[in-house]
């Protein structure tokens, strides 16, 4: 045990830490805040269900330039996204699972978006038989190309 002014010293260096560490993740959140409103990139992913400005940076961040995936098959290929095909000369192809190639970060964050109801109730609301119904998601329109840049 220590003794009671080194306890007190403790005490208050961790106050410190506490008060600081709040301090500097506030100024964190405020500053992808305002590069979130400013960036129509962050502003579009934002419009997607369950995206908050944190999950579109770091998005934006994984994805890095938009411009080095010339079609949206190469960029889900980078995110690992796309089904594994396993084919052996002219036999049908077999899709399996998706293949979890690249930045497993950035799937996570996906998943984790896709979990969130973001703040729709309506998802999540009883059904009037007492059990918990989930609407059906509805997907967003696939941007084409030429809305990316």
């Not at 500053?31 to 129509?40: D, I, N």
């Not at 330039?65 to 000369?89: E, K």
């Not at 996570?108 to 007492?130: I, M």
Request: glycine letters at 8%.
């Amino acid at each position: 045990m220590l003794p009671e002014d080194e306890l007190e010293l403790v005490a208050a260096c961790l106050r410190n830490i506490d008060f600081l560490e709040g301090e500097l993740l506030a100024l964190i959140d405020k500053s992808l805040g305002e590069h979130a409103l400013t960036s129509p990139e962050m502003r579009r992913l934002m419009t997607l269900p369950g995206v908050s400005f944190v999950t579109a940076a770091a998005l934006m961040a994984a994805i890095g330039d938009i411009s080095r995936f010339p079609t949206a098959r190469q960029l889900v290929a980078y995110l690992g996204l796309d089904p594994r095909v396993r084919q052996s000369g002219s036999e049908p192809a077999r899709h399996g699972r998706i293949s979890k190639q690249g930045p497993g970060e950035a799937r996570h964050l996906l998943v984790e978006a896709a979990w969130h109801p973001h703040g729709r109730p309506d998802r999540c609301a009883p059904s009037p038989n007492g059990s918990r119904a989930s609407a059906a998601p509805t997907s967003p329109p696939s941007p084409s190309r030429a809305s990316w840049s």
